[in-house]
């Protein structure tokens, strides 16, 4: 699955899946643009994928603020001249807070990270693609779009849910094209804010959640990645408006 030549963008690249994606990808051939609001924090997976002999750039944008992603975008093509793939990543989950205390303004900070920052971002990388008549999207979902999510609130699952709509008609609208657009769904992986999350929950609580996984044992963030860099390679030149579950059989279709 080399990815040689290719240029990426991922979004939500300061940590986490984003991160190992972008590490990922690198270490296939992509040239590797990473974007997040933590300048510092970019700026280390920059120099960890240049370090391992890739190409990286650093890009901070706030991924809801429509100026700040269309100028992420004409950077990103303005140093390496085309854009081949994008990983719709950014987003963050939620205190499992209940529905009668979640203020209208935390609904909606949560759907616009998770859900309106993909719809941006393939908005201002919809015409470079078109104009190469080429182009991969992955949105990064979650098994809470699936479901319902195990450790957030009913914002990121409806966030996440609306992720999936978005891939499927995007896949339709921008395939004649030659774009796929495709998902994950990544069940509980252990980046490192999960892991906060998991840790603070009681052995029973653990037991419990992995008791509903066949596999008997949550998610590594570089499980995701690999799956992402498949959808962004030739491999699957033929795979449009699919999501692909990581979840280790815990939900099956």
């Known amino acids: 699955m080399s990815l040689t030549d290719r240029v990426a963008l991922v979004t939500g690249a300061s940590r986490g899946i984003g991160a190992v994606t972008a590490q990922v990808l690198a270490r296939r051939g992509a040239r590797v ?42 950077r990103v093509v303005r140093e390496w001249g085309r854009l081949d793939i994008l990983v ?60 319902y999510s195990l450790i957030s609130g009913p914002m990121y699952t409806a966030a996440k849910a609306g992720m999936l709509g978005l891939a499927r008609h995007m896949a339709g609208e921008l395939g004649p094209f030659g774009i796929s657009v495709n998902s994950v769904a990544p069940s509980i992986a252990l980046t490192a804010r999960v892991k906060a999350k998991w840790e603070a929950k009681t052995s029973a609580e653990q037991q419990a959640i992995l008791s509903n996984i066949p596999l008997r044992r949550l998610a590594e963030p570089e ?29 099956m279709m």
């Open 88 to 147: 719709n990543n950014a987003g963050m989950g939620t205190p499992t807070t209940p529905v009668e205390t979640i203020s209208p303004a935390d609904w909606d900070a949560t759907v616009d990270l998770n859900l309106k920052s993909a719809f941006l971002a393939i908005r201002a990388a919809a015409p470079v693609m078109k104009a190469q008549k080429a182009g991969r999207i992955i949105n990064v979902a979650s098994f809470a779009g699936r479901r």
């Open 33 to 74: 643009a990473v974007s997040a609001r933590s300048v510092g924090d970019l700026e280390k997976v920059v120099a960890g994928i240049i370090a391992a002999g890739g190409k990286a750039l650093a890009v901070p944008c706030d991924a809801v603020e429509v100026t700040q992603v269309d100028a992420m975008v004409q």
């Open 223 to 251: 499980e995701v990645a690999t799956v992402i860099a498949f959808l962004a390679s030739d491999d699957a030149s033929y795979v449009n408006g699919v999501c692909i579950d990581i979840n280790g059989g815990s939900y």
